[in-house]
């Protein structure tokens, strides 16, 4: 596996955070030179809705390579949804944190109701972002899961689980910046880790964004179009150099 070590962050408190990208495009205009290395590949693009989409767009373009998105919901706690139990992919089995759901004391009932809600709004998203269009075919090529920043990490998790399931030659994970403990966490999962900032004190992914606001269903849908369209019109698309 190859692993990578990731770029400290400033330190410092909250109110003396610096902002280290204008917003998610330039986010994945950065993360795409350091993905640079996968062109010859000709990988898979794969973003986690919605923010992940502007991210993994600048990446997908740079690569000249196919862009698509998997649908991942994460699992709140009853009562406190923020916090995440487990997450969903489209395609693939629940990831629970059973730990953490015995620590609070969730009952299997009341996490049975809260996925079947996330199920619902994956379906939703499924019908909204992809029509009938089944995943792309991931056997034996390399695929890069694109977010916009990884916080507890779960969903990001999810994604893997329901990618390896379909049987690819490689699995990267790019994000532009990362809580430490959860990179940490993930990079044993994946072929590799790339990320431009993993900060001790990371706090929340949009604190290090000068812009950060949230992703609507019609920016997610123009940005496939268009990544379709330029695809389409590629003689190599599908072919892995």
Do not use: N
Not at 2 to 28: H, I, K
Not at 98 to 110: E, K, Q, V, Y
């Amino acid at each position: 596996m190859e692993t990578r070590e990731l770029a400290q962050a400033p330190r410092g408190t909250r109110s003396s955070l610096l902002w280290l990208f204008r917003d998610r495009e330039d986010a994945g205009r950065q993360l795409a030179r350091r993905l640079e290395q996968y062109r010859l590949k000709r990988p898979v693009v794969l973003a986690l809705p919605r923010g992940g989409v502007p991210v993994a767009y600048q990446i997908a373009e740079a690569l000249e390579a196919p862009l698509d998105v998997l649908p991942v919901r994460k699992i709140g706690c009853p009562g406190q949804r923020e916090l995440g139990i487990g997450a969903i992919a489209l395609g693939g089995e629940p990831i629970l944190d059973h730990d953490l759901i015995r620590a609070l004391g969730i009952s299997p009932g009341a996490v049975t109701r809260v996925e079947a809600e996330e199920r619902t709004e994956l379906e939703r998203q499924r019908q909204r972002f992809r029509g009938d269009r089944p995943l792309p075919e991931l056997a034996d090529r390399t695929v890069i899961i694109v977010d916009d920043g990884l916080a507890t990490g779960v969903t990001a998790r999810a994604a893997i689980h329901a990618v390896r399931a379909l049987g690819p030659r490689q699995i990267v994970v790019a994000v532009p910046v990362a809580a430490p403990e959860s990179a940490d966490e993930l990079r044993p999962q994946v072929d590799d880790l790339v990320c431009i900032a993993c900060p001790t004190d990371f706090f929340a992914v949009g604190l290090w964004y000068r812009e950060f606001l949230p992703t609507s269903d019609e920016t997610v849908i123009s940005l496939l179009q268009q990544a379709r369209r330029w695809d389409e019109a590629s003689p190599s698309s599908g072919t892995e150099r």
